[in-house]
């Protein structure tokens, strides 16, 4: 692949054209993707054919679901029992020549540290509510209202963030002290593990890597077949938008801040 394994494409779907020496159309395309998603059943049961249609909803939302199966998988999916063949392509030639255009060099000398927070659960109702602990990437030498303001209503206004202090042990921070790499919050509201607040130096380096992006020819031709497919249907528009996005750019934004791709962030959106 001459380039690092998360950088690698992989896919469950053959591409078009020839694929392990042999000549792949888009019916096998198509076949492929509904077994790898589970759903070939559907299109052998009666009267699959006349709901299928591409020009009724039910066959519009069959589409998505095998032009999605088609696409990349993202760092956080898991393989699944279904695919028996996988192909491996190194980043598109648009994607590996970006690369060299995401420098930023203000945005490269901002300092963060992720946050390793633990929640103190004091109910068996929290246990299974809110996570039990988290991370939150800051700046360095934020303080705990820094993170109070990241946090928002997921962390309540009375929880208390403790930390261990040397020849102290366990002792509340106060609102303006600097939070160290380990603490433990009384209270917490979330149920996701990662979260951060983007500086306005780094939604600047977003906003030029979605517009790069937006404006190549081959992402200007997926959208105008978005348009049409979705018939002037604004939430069916926004839907293979959302898909697009955070398959084929925001896990390289993500990449490119640092920020975890995990399974429990499989669908993070800029929006």
Not at 162 to 189: C, N, W, Y
Not at 247 to 258: D, V
Request: proline share 7%; with cysteine; charged share 30%.
């Amino acid at each position: 692949l001459q380039c690092p394994c998360s950088q690698a494409r992989l896919c469950r779907v053959p591409p078009a054209g020839r694929a392990s020496g042999r000549l792949v159309g888009e019916d096998e395309r198509d076949e492929t993707a509904a077994e790898v998603l589970g759903v070939a059943f559907l299109a052998k049961l009666p009267g699959a054919g006349e709901h299928l249609r591409p020009d009724t909803r039910s066959g519009r939302q069959w589409r998505k679901l095998l032009e999605k199966a088609k696409l990349p998988m993202p760092g956080s999916e898991r393989l699944g029992l279904r695919a028996t063949e996988f192909w491996v392509f190194p980043p598109a030639q648009e994607e590996a020549a970006d690369s060299d255009s995401d420098a930023d060099p203000e945005a490269d000398q901002e300092e963060f540290i992720v946050i390793r927070a633990t929640c103190q659960r004091s109910t068996v109702k929290q246990f299974f509510m809110a996570s039990g602990t988290f991370r939150v990437q800051m700046p360095k030498g934020a303080t705990v209202s820094y993170l109070r303001e990241i946090l928002g209503t997921y962390l309540p206004e009375n929880t208390r963030v403790l930390a261990t202090k040397p020849g102290r042990g366990m002792v509340v921070l106060q609102e303006s002290e600097q939070v160290p790499e380990d603490i433990v919050v009384s209270d917490f509201k979330g149920n996701r593990n990662f979260y951060t607040r983007f500086s306005p130096l780094q939604c600047r380096l977003v906003l030029r890597m979605l517009r790069r992006f937006l404006r190549r020819d081959a992402s200007q031709a997926k959208l105008n077949e978005f348009e049409r497919a979705a018939k002037h249907n604004d939430n069916d528009y926004r839907a293979q938008l959302v898909q697009f996005l955070a398959h084929e750019i925001y896990p390289r934004i993500f990449r490119r801040l640092r920020i975890p791709l995990e399974s429990e962030m499989a669908g993070p959106k800029l929006l």
